[in-house]
């Protein structure tokens, strides 16, 4: 059976990629979440609390024998370099897909509006990622320890929802869902299980003009 492994932040985006994967496929899942304790901000406190209580959600509302096929991980990295997070994460997906005991492909959660951002601002796919990813899981040294598997089939990244706007994505997943995810950078804490969204970030605004 293949397995999916899903770069899973909390957001909406990869929330609903779970989701998708869940209902839609009979893929085994992976949801990873990669904890980004970076200095910048502490948005990682703010994910890590939507996911746990995500995770509470499928428990309650997905089939028992649906969940067995589920599993969730999480990693953290802790940096003072300011690096791209999507490069970590890419990295992270591919050391998970290397030790999978399942012949596997990642998911990362780009949507068409990110497609559409990066090629007007940028001028290029925003899956440059994906490099990160194929050099990773061809040089599996990178891997500690022994649990290296030699997949028949190379693992790849697939970005399921780059045909979606975000738009849709927030149409698509159900209303209770959509009001555990967090897609706030610079979340204000109140406490450990209260968070305020900045309402300035590019993802507060995105999400603003998305929602209006
Ligand atoms: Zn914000």
């Known amino acids: 059976m293949k ?9 909406i985006d990869s929330t609903y990629n779970l989701w998708y994967l869940i209902n839609e496929t009979d893929y085994l899942i992976q949801a990873h979440h990669v904890l980004l304790a970076l200095n910048k901000n502490q ?5 890590l609390y939507a996911c746990e209580r995500i995770k509470e959600y499928i428990k309650n509302n997905v089939s028992a024998k649906r969940q067995k096929d ?4 999480h990693s953290k990295y802790v940096s003072h370099c300011t690096t791209v ?7 992270t997906l591919a050391q998970m897909a290397l030790v999978s005991d399942h012949d596997c492909f990642a998911v990362y959660s780009i ?7 990066a090629m007007t601002e ?7 990622g994906s490099k990160i990813f194929k050099i990773a899981t ?3 040294d990178f891997v500690w320890g022994n649990r290296f598997k030699k997949h028949e089939i190379e693992p790849q990244v697939r970005f399921m929802i780059k045909h979606l706007y975000k738009k849709e994505v927030i149409k698509l997943l159900p209303k209770e ?10 979340p204000i804490i109140k406490s450990e299980e209260e968070f305020v969204e900045c309402g300035k970030c590019r993802a507060c605004i995105e999400k603003q003009e998305v929602i209006k």
Request: proline share 2%; with cysteine.
């Open 3 to 11: 397995k999916a492994i899903l770069g899973w932040s909390g957001g």
């Open 43 to 47: 948005r990682w406190r703010a994910e």
């Open 70 to 73: 589920i599993t969730f991980t």
């Open 85 to 91: 997070d999507q490069d970590i994460v890419m990295f």
């Open 111 to 117: 949507t068409k509006d990110d497609v559409e951002r």
């Open 122 to 128: 940028r001028g290029y796919y925003p899956w440059v």
């Open 138 to 140: 061809r040089n599996g």
């Open 177 to 186: 869902l959509l009001d555990l995810t967090w897609s706030c950078r610079e």
